[in-house]
């Protein structure tokens, strides 16, 4: 599969600038969508073969692109999950820090791309923001929460379109779950950890309503919330994990395990990738 990522800022041509991404290989070239609008994530078609002439060899941190690692993470799940798969989880990875997806270009300060795949005879968007470090005081962590149970992300995605034709209800719920996001993001941005709490066990009630949460998942949720701001599922549900925002993360973590969880206590505003060892004689890549 060839990939593109949308760039910042496009070319005076008014074609939208982006990368090329073989996602079996890891070959990539800069290239420009035909039509001149932003680049899809996904493009057929064959690239010009690539030349160790035109190519560098980079070490250390420079070998390492924020985005670059976020597109590629993002086509092999897409892959993996039958394109059913949002760039969250590879932007958080990539960038570090606190990071948002939206319909719609939020703040052209602390946008990064917009990432476009294909989803059946439609188009899914997405426009990626990178925010920076979380400032919401000392001493709070966030506790995950394992369940243990295995719930394919294709499969909750799925079943909740299923609903979606029968009860319209989750529309609305959907729709409040927008609105609950940008609540929540002016919470953080303002430093209320107890707004950003309550945010976040409201959305967990949003998405028992959509039916992605798990009576495993329930619990390990109302174990969490006495010794916490808010606690939430996260991911696509059906079991996997939840989350606590917490000031006192030994707490929470023994009220969950207590209630069958594994659990993992993680700081705030982590960084993103970065390169911890390069193999002799660097990393071939185009200038």
């Known amino acids: 599969a060839r990939a593109f990522v949308g760039r910042p800022a496009p070319p005076p041509s008014g074609a939208a600038i982006g990368r090329r991404v073989d996602a079996s290989t890891g070959d990539w070239l800069e290239g420009f969508a035909s039509d001149g609008s932003e680049p899809n994530l996904f493009q057929g078609g064959e690239g010009p073969p690539r030349s160790e002439h035109d190519a560098i060899r980079v070490h250390g941190e420079s070998a390492v692109s924020a985005e670059e690692a976020s597109l590629l993470g993002h086509v092999a799940e897409a892959l993996s999950q039958d394109g059913r798969a ?138 969490a919330l006495p010794t916490s701001l808010g606690a939430k599922l996260t991911g696509a549900g059906g079991g996997g994990c939840m989350i606590a925002l917490t000031r006192n993360a030994k707490a929470t973590s023994e009220a969950i395990e207590l209630a069958g969880g594994r659990t993992w206590i993680t700081p705030l505003g982590t960084p993103g990738a970065r390169l911890e060892a390069c193999p002799e004689g660097g990393l071939l890549r185009q200038d």
């Open 86 to 223: 949002s760039p969250m989880d590879t932007l958080a990875s990539a960038y570090g820090g606190l990071v948002l997806l939206s319909d719609r270009m939020e703040d052209q300060n602390t946008w990064v791309m917009r990432r476009t795949m294909p989803a059946g005879d439609s188009e899914r968007s997405w426009e990626l923001h990178h925010l920076g470090d979380v400032a919401l005081g000392e001493g709070l962590s966030l506790v995950v929460g394992h369940t243990g149970i295995n719930a394919p992300t294709t499969n909750m995605v799925a079943g909740v379109a299923k609903r979606r034709s029968t009860d319209k209800g989750i529309d609305d719920a959907m729709n409040a779950i927008g609105t609950l996001v940008h609540r929540g993001l002016e919470a953080l941005l303002a430093g209320d950890a107890e707004a950003v709490g309550r945010a976040m066990t409201e959305n967990h009630l949003l998405l028992r309503r959509i039916g992605v949460s798990h009576p495993k998942l329930e619990a390990l949720v109302s174990a």
